[in-house]
């Protein structure tokens, strides 16, 4: 496989991951201020902090062009500001339109490489994407588009899964998407869990977290798991630690090791994967104070960092030799 197409496999797998996580935490969060108290501090605002925006700069930049400088949003016009930044705005890097385009460019880049019925599910995904995203102005529009954005996410893993050939590609691409969920599973952790917490050194109180779970679809599968335990289990250690949940960091780690392990520059992938893993296996969590927990949440995405771009590590590589290269000739 050229290397240049495995930049463009590994983005298309974490570009259709976050298509599907951001639609599900705008459900999530619709869910849990509808159902929260009026004086709740939680707000829209947060979910453009859990995919590392600035909310102060959108949401001002928002203000000023609706009422002018001096201008406040109402909490309304937030929720409307918000909506547009992470649903179609074009100018915004964690949109949903603009992921869809970034997802269908890197297919398009590596079409030979993608079976045809995933082609095709891709394409429909980003012109229903395309016709329907403009349109969601009520919360039950908007339920319901995010949920079929979820929904045809989940065909496109499906066809890819059932029509692909088991190869360094598709390696690759699974590899893109588990990363990918392992980074969102911090994130909301962090800032929709973890910053919700006053900072301390006691050892924090367990809770179950319905809000996170519902966000990574995870409701039903913690509580059967809660069941068969003799004590009570922090929705935050079974993210972390459960390896038979799909989105736990423990899942996602062992995906992203298993497909390493047949590319050619697994070594140095598998390090940072042993790295990530013995995070998790060489502290008792549930013993952790909220002030440890963070610390230990900003070390994992430090991780998931060094992660990405030890996958990457070849290609930029090959980028660089040939710069290198012209450097030599002009010197010489």
């Known amino acids: 496989m050229l290397l240049k197409s495995v930049e463009h496999i590994f983005w298309l797998g974490r570009y ?3 298509l599907d996580d951001t639609a599900r935490l705008i459900n999530a969060t619709s869910h849990l201020l509808i159902d929260s108290h009026q004086d709740t501090q939680f707000g829209w605002p947060i979910l453009l902090e859990v995919l590392g925006q600035d909310s102060k700069a959108i949401l001002g930049t928002a203000a000023a062009a609706v009422e002018g ?3 406040k949003l109402s909490v309304a016009d937030t929720e409307k500001a918000v909506m547009a930044y992470l649903i179609n705005a074009a100018d915004s890097p964690v949109s949903i339109l603009y992921t869809s385009s970034a997802l269908k460019y890197n297919a398009r880049t590596i079409r030979p490489l993608i079976p045809r019925d ?3 599910e891709l394409n429909a995904l980003d012109l229903f994407l395309q016709q329907n995203c403009s349109m969601a102005v009520s919360r039950q529009q908007r339920y319901q588009l995010m949920s079929e954005v979820s929904r045809r996410c989940q065909m496109v893993v499906g066809v890819l899964d059932g029509t692909m050939l088991r190869s360094e590609a598709f390696d690759l691409f699974n590899i893109g998407r588990h990363v990918e969920r392992a980074d969102m599973t911090t994130r909301i952790m962090d800032v ?6 006053q900072p301390t050194q006691i050892k924090r109180p367990k809770f179950r977290w319905t809000s996170i779970l519902n966000a990574l679809g995870g409701v039903e599968s913690y509580q059967h798991y809660v069941a068969h335990q003799a004590a009570d289990v922090d929705a935050i250690d079974y993210l972390l630690t459960y390896a038979d949940f799909p989105r736990s960091i423990a899942y996602c780690l062992n ?3 298993a ?3 047949g590319l050619p520059h697994s070594v140095s992938i598998l390090q940072q994967v042993y790295q990530l893993q013995s995070l998790l296996q060489h502290q008792a969590l549930s013993e ?6 963070h610390s230990l949440i900003d070390h994992i995405q430090a991780g998931i ?4 771009q030890a996958i990457l590590a070849p290609c930029q590589a090959s980028c660089q030799a040939p710069l290198a290269a012209q450097t030599q000739q002009k010197s010489a």
Not at 305 to 308: P, R, V
Request: net charge negative; aromatic share 4%; charged share 25%.
């Open 16 to 18: 259709l991951e976050r």
């Open 69 to 71: 400088e001096q201008g």
């Open 118 to 120: 995933m082609w095709e």
């Open 192 to 197: 929709m869990v973890l910053q919700q917490l």
């Open 255 to 257: 995906r992203a090791g």
């Open 259 to 261: 497909s390493a392990r």
């Open 288 to 293: 952790l104070s909220t002030e440890q927990l």
């Open 305 to 308: 960092i060094s992660l990405h």
